[in-house]
């Protein structure tokens, strides 16, 4: 039935994603996604249900947790219409560079919570020769005397930065298409979306793992939300960080409001029947759209990597909620080297 | 509290209460109210000096965050128990 909607079919959705996804390990379409985000409330707790099992069937019960950190805050020149570290835009978000000592220290810290990844963030359009250097320096640094895994998030690379970052030992790489490719231009003017996936295809081609995933909650369309799931799955990354809008004064997006509770979960649901063996990670804005009941429920729900502590710029949960939360539901923390 | 003679009133810092409002900017008595900006504060650290209503320079590390005034100094919160 690919191309059909479940709809059109007269089937129920869900009883499809159970065949299809959860017995056959065939992610739903496009199409399918779409249905699923169609479905009611009513259906909201089976719909949560199934896509738990098929994370624990594809992934298993392990909880991937990370820590991120920024290198290089603020004074980006894109204009990414969500963020407020852009230079564009009135954000009171100032630029500030982290030092190499706090930058170490941030990674112990992390990885005193258990955590077995570790992103260093720059908020550039691409790294320049400063920002490399200072990559090189602080990855060396952490590798000496954390044992944690490094990531990296630096924005558009050419190629021989992504030959430098696996040298330097960063095992993945993270770049978002933040939205399907029909509604990018109402997010970003500054690149493109091919831009976009020329770095992301460059770094799966470097061996690197590739974080790639994007935001929802901007406007979009139920339609454009399950294009993205769509490029996502055809993309194929190692893991999807899935963020929910957070409204940042100042930028374009500022005003919007945030996203209902229940849209977000079926949004994750929805992404786990469309990327059944992928680390689906809660990242940004899980405490303004779900707050504390939507954490325990989003990982009954498909969700198997968090995001520990605080975000880029704004604050997250204590560690100890969600640690205890993870011991609560028998969800042991993913060891340093451990595969799903 | 009267400084004597001679000797600098001390100059207030980050950390201390101030007149303006640490995450919009505006006067701490601004009729409209700062209700979205104490929900906000839960979330996020603040952006503007409370003293002076300068932009901070602010780092937000996992487990805590520093804000830095040119004029009034730092203030660093950990947000880990």
Same mark, same amino acid.
């Given at each position: 039935?690919?191309?059909?909607?479940?709809?059109?079919?007269?089937?129920?959705?869900?009883?499809?994603?159970?065949?299809?996804?959860?017995?056959?390990?065939?992610?739903?379409?496009?199409?399918?996604?779409?249905?699923?985000?169609?479905?009611?409330?009513?259906?909201?707790?089976?719909?949560?249900?199934?896509?738990?099992?098929?994370?624990?069937?594809?992934?298993?019960?392990?909880?991937?947790?990370?820590?991120?950190?920024?290198?290089?805050?603020?004074?980006?020149?894109?204009?990414?219409?969500?963020?407020?570290?852009?230079?564009?835009?009135?954000?009171?978000?100032?630029?500030?560079?982290?030092?190499?000592?706090?930058?170490?220290?941030?990674?112990?810290?992390?990885?005193?919570?258990?955590?077995?990844?570790?992103?260093?963030?720059?908020?550039?359009?691409?790294?320049?020769?400063?920002?490399?250097?200072?990559?090189?320096?602080?990855?060396?640094?952490?590798?000496?005397?954390?044992?944690?895994?490094?990531?990296?998030?630096?924005?558009?690379?050419?190629?021989? @930065?992504?030959? #430098? &970052?696996?040298?330097?030992? $960063?095992?993945?790489?993270?770049? *978002?298409?933040?939205? /399907?490719?029909? !509604?990018?231009?109402?997010?970003?003017?500054?690149?493109?979306?091919?831009?976009?996936?020329?770095?992301?295809?460059?770094?799966?081609?470097?061996?690197?793992?590739?974080?790639?995933?994007?935001?929802?909650?901007?406007?979009?369309?139920?339609?454009?939300?399950?294009?993205?799931?769509? @490029?996502?799955? #055809? &993309?194929?990354?190692?893991? $999807?960080?899935?963020?929910?809008? *957070?409204?940042?004064? /100042?930028?374009? !997006?500022?005003?919007?409001?945030?996203?209902?509770?229940?849209?977000?979960?079926?949004?994750?649901?929805?992404?786990?029947?469309?990327?059944?063996?992928?680390?689906?990670?809660?990242?940004?804005?899980?405490?303004?759209?779900?707050?504390?009941?939507?954490?325990?429920?989003?990982?009954?729900?498909?969700?198997?990597?968090?995001?520990?502590?605080?975000?880029?710029?704004?604050?997250?949960?204590?560690?100890?909620?969600?640690?205890?939360?993870?011991?609560?539901?028998?969800?042991?923390?993913?060891?340093?080297?451990?595969?799903? | 509290?009267?400084?004597?003679?001679?000797?600098?009133?001390?100059?207030?810092?980050?950390?201390?209460?101030?007149?303006?409002?640490?995450?919009?900017?505006?006067?701490?008595?601004?009729?409209?109210?700062?209700?979205?900006?104490?929900?906000?504060?839960?979330?996020?650290?603040?952006?503007?000096?409370?003293?002076?209503?300068?932009?901070?320079?602010?780092?937000?590390?996992?487990?805590?965050?520093?804000?830095?005034?040119?004029?009034?100094?730092?203030?660093?919160?950990?947000?880990?128990?």
């Amino acid at each position: 039935m690919h191309g059909m909607t479940a709809q059109a079919t007269g089937t129920d959705i869900l009883d499809v994603a159970r065949e299809q996804v959860l017995g056959r390990g065939v992610p739903l379409t496009k199409e399918q996604v779409l249905d699923v985000l169609r479905t009611g409330d009513d259906r909201l707790q089976d719909l949560l249900a199934l896509a738990h099992e098929v994370r624990l069937r594809y992934q298993g019960p392990s909880v991937e947790v990370e820590g991120i950190v920024s290198l290089k805050t603020g004074g980006c020149p894109e204009d990414c219409h969500f963020c407020s570290q852009s230079g564009q835009f009135t954000s009171p978000v100032r630029s500030v560079w982290l030092n190499i000592p706090e930058l170490v220290r941030a990674a112990k810290q992390t990885a005193a919570t258990g955590a077995s990844e570790f992103c260093i963030v720059a908020a550039v359009r691409g790294p320049d020769d400063r920002l490399m250097e200072q990559m090189r320096e602080g990855v060396a640094a952490i590798k000496a005397a954390v044992d944690i895994e490094v990531a990296a998030s630096l924005g558009m690379l050419t190629q021989h @930065q992504v030959d #430098e &970052l696996v040298d330097m030992g $960063v095992h993945r790489y993270n770049h *978002n298409l933040e939205a /399907g490719r029909s !509604f990018f231009p109402r997010v970003v003017t500054t690149h493109s979306y091919d831009e976009r996936l020329d770095t992301c295809r460059m770094v799966k081609e470097s061996g690197m793992e590739l974080c790639c995933g994007g935001l929802v909650g901007m406007g979009e369309t139920l339609e454009q939300r399950a294009e993205l799931a769509a @490029q996502l799955a #055809e &993309l194929e990354p190692h893991e $999807v960080p899935l963020n929910f809008l *957070n409204p940042r004064p /100042g930028t374009p !997006f500022g005003d919007l409001p945030p996203m209902e509770p229940a849209d977000a979960l079926r949004t994750v649901a929805a992404f786990r029947l469309a990327l059944p063996r992928t680390i689906l990670r809660y990242a940004g804005g899980r405490e303004l759209t779900l707050g504390d009941l939507g954490t325990r429920d989003g990982l009954l729900g498909g969700i198997n990597a968090v995001i520990v502590g605080n975000y880029l710029t704004t604050l997250g949960r204590d560690p100890r909620e969600d640690l205890a939360l993870l011991d609560e539901l028998e969800m042991p923390i993913r060891a340093l080297g451990e595969t799903f | 509290m009267v400084a004597d003679a001679g000797t600098p009133e001390p100059v207030p810092r980050v950390g201390d209460a101030g007149a303006w409002c640490g995450q919009c900017g505006e006067a701490r008595d601004d009729a409209a109210g700062h209700d979205r900006c104490a929900a906000r504060a839960e979330l996020e650290p603040p952006r503007f000096c409370v003293h002076c209503r300068r932009r901070m320079r602010v780092q937000v590390t996992p487990g805590a965050w520093t804000a830095t005034c040119s004029r009034h100094g730092s203030v660093e919160r950990s947000t880990w128990s």
